[in-house]
């Protein structure tokens, strides 16, 4: 790191190949980050000079936070002979408010995506809500509480990464039926669509992870795809049974590409997952979740774990164990996205 008279400061890090690098900004407290594509590590905290605080790695996320002594101008990045190159100067509050506040994402070449319409669109689903408590703990939890709670960490740690953008199909305490979430999703051409739940079953403790299936893979799956798929009565409304040959034909709307791309989403969440949380035996599941059937936005169903069990209760109230669950899930989205970009590997 150079610091320069005029107070301007550059960076250069060393970078393998030619991957995709991005840095965006966000305040309270101001802070720059940079995602760094696999390959790339660092040192877990490094100590700054002038407008750089230090600097931190996370590896999990991989992704360069920036701790800022103060307000800067808009960086400029570029890249080349395998070197990352960061250019800092000093700047006003305002203007630096600004830039993060657009969420605007600098490519390594230096230019402007173009905002956060650049980036793919992530939408979050807290589970039930409003007059639809969802289940209740033993001791009193409710889950449209937890699943909020999760939620809105999720979206924290989604838009820090700077790699996606995030909605909430509900961000406090009301009722969304089960197709205005699903259409909430469609109608912003969501990139993928995450319902996050804490559910009841007799002796089920650990998260689990499900995609949609018309046939449920087990007993299990099948009752949990009943209970929340009767979540619009419990808001007080009055939805007809679909006919057989309507399951039918909305199941067929899911294309296999988008089942594809749902089920390496799983495998991905359940890889991260087992990292840090225990996990129900045949994590990855499937069943015919309503919520689920968005024809073209691959899907999943996140149960991080069971209020009827008084340990996972326990757990899911602590704002740290939901926040090892984000950072699992988010890193499987990353790793999804990266795929995405790259055109491997993520529909398959």
């Known amino acids: 790191m150079t610091l320069f008279r005029s107070g301007n400061m550059r960076l250069r890090l060393p970078v393998p190949g030619s991957g995709r690098f991005h840095l965006s900004a966000r305040t309270g407290p101001n802070r720059l ?43 400029r990045a570029t890249q080349s002979a395998g070197q990352l190159t960061i250019e800092f100067a000093p700047g006003t509050p305002a203007a630096f408010a600004a830039f993060a506040g657009e969420d605007k994402t600098i490519a390594a070449s230096g230019a402007p995506t173009g905002g956060p319409r650049s980036l793919p669109l992530v939408v979050l689903d807290p589970g039930h809500g409003g007059k639809d408590p969802g289940t209740i703990g033993k001791t009193g939890t409710y889950e449209k509480r937890i699943t909020l709670a999760a939620g809105l960490e999720l979206k924290r740690q989604l838009e820090a990464g700077g790699r996606c953008r995030v909605a909430m199909t509900r961000g406090r305490d009301f009722f969304v039926p089960l197709d205005g979430r699903v259409d909430f999703a469609r109608k912003r051409q969501a990139a993928l669509f995450i319902s996050l739940h804490a559910d009841s079953a007799p002796g089920a403790r650990g998260a689990s992870v499900y995609t949609l299936n018309d046939r449920a893979s087990d007993a299990l799956s099948a009752a949990l795809a009943r209970r ?19 399951q039918r034909i909305l199941i067929s709307l899911v294309r296999q590409e988008t089942r594809q791309g749902s089920a390496r989403l799983a495998s991905l969440a359940v890889n991260s997952l087992g990292q840090s949380v225990r996990l129900l035996p045949n994590t990855h ?18 149960e991080m774990g069971f209020l009827s069990d008084a340990t996972d209760e326990a757990l899911l109230k602590q704002p740290g164990h939901r926040a090892k669950v984000c950072t699992a899930l988010t890193q499987a989205v990353h790793n999804w996205l990266a795929r995405q970009e790259a055109g491997v590997g993520a529909t398959g």
């Not at 390959?39 to 996370?58: E, I, S, T």
């Not at 929340?228 to 309507?246: C, F, M, T």
């Not at 599941?285 to 996140?302: G, H, N, T």
Request: hydrophobic share 45%.
């Open 228 to 246: 929340e798929n009767d979540a619009d009565r419990k808001g007080g409304l009055n939805i007809p049974e679909a006919s057989p040959e309507v």
């Open 285 to 302: 599941r499937e069943a015919a979740f309503a919520v689920l059937k968005a024809p073209d936005i691959p899907s999943m169903l996140v």
């Open 33 to 75: 980050l940079l995602s760094l594509p696999d390959g790339w590590a660092g040192p877990a905290r490094q100590n700054g000079k002038g407008m750089v605080r230090g600097m931190r790695w996370l590896a999990r996320q991989k992704l360069m936070v920036f701790d800022l002594a103060r307000a800067i101008a808009q960086p």
